[in-house]
């Protein structure tokens, strides 16, 4: 079963949702964290509840409407790489955005990201510029392109 991971923020509140590709070829969405809690029933005011409700609703529906969009699997550079000689030498994990794949439905996107991760595997891992990655390489699952590397900045000794 393939889950995908995804947080949603409207108005200041935020949700994340897991997304579950079912064997039988359905989705199946779980909300796992919220802003809102399990406590709506217990805000002490008609007005909370309703904006709580509003934001909710509008939530989902930018939920649906991303569903809709498709699916991006992302290719990433893992690895360590050296921060510095201070007490001895001390390394830092990475990841950095090499290339993504858009495909329609959550089951294509994970059958090629079980392709992808296979190739890895045996050593015939896709390389779009050539070179040999010093560390591995990963894959996710996501909405939307990530452009960012992580950590965003070079980490320093503290």
């Not at 947080?7 to 989705?27: C, K, W």
């Not at 550079?77 to 007490?87: D, I, R």
């Amino acid at each position: 079963m393939t889950t995908m991971t995804t947080t949603i923020e409207r108005g200041g509140v935020i949700v994340d949702f897991d997304i579950e590709l079912l064997p039988n070829g359905q989705a199946r969405y779980r909300v796992w964290n919220t802003d809102f809690g399990d406590t709506l029933d217990e805000w002490p005011s008609n007005q909370w509840r309703t904006h709580a409700n509003e934001l909710a609703r509008q939530i989902i529906c930018e939920l649906e409407h991303r569903l809709q969009r498709g699916f991006v699997v992302q290719m990433y550079e893992v690895g360590q790489a050296y921060g510095g000689p201070e007490e001895g030498g001390w390394w830092y994990d990475y990841r950095q955005p090499i290339e993504c794949w858009f495909r329609t439905t959550l089951a294509e996107a994970a059958a090629l990201k079980k392709e992808l991760m296979a190739d890895a595997a045996e050593g015939r891992g896709y390389s779009p510029d050539g070179r040999d990655y010093d560390g591995g390489v990963a894959f996710s699952i996501r909405f939307d392109p990530d452009e960012g590397r992580w950590p965003p900045v070079r980490p320093t000794y503290s």
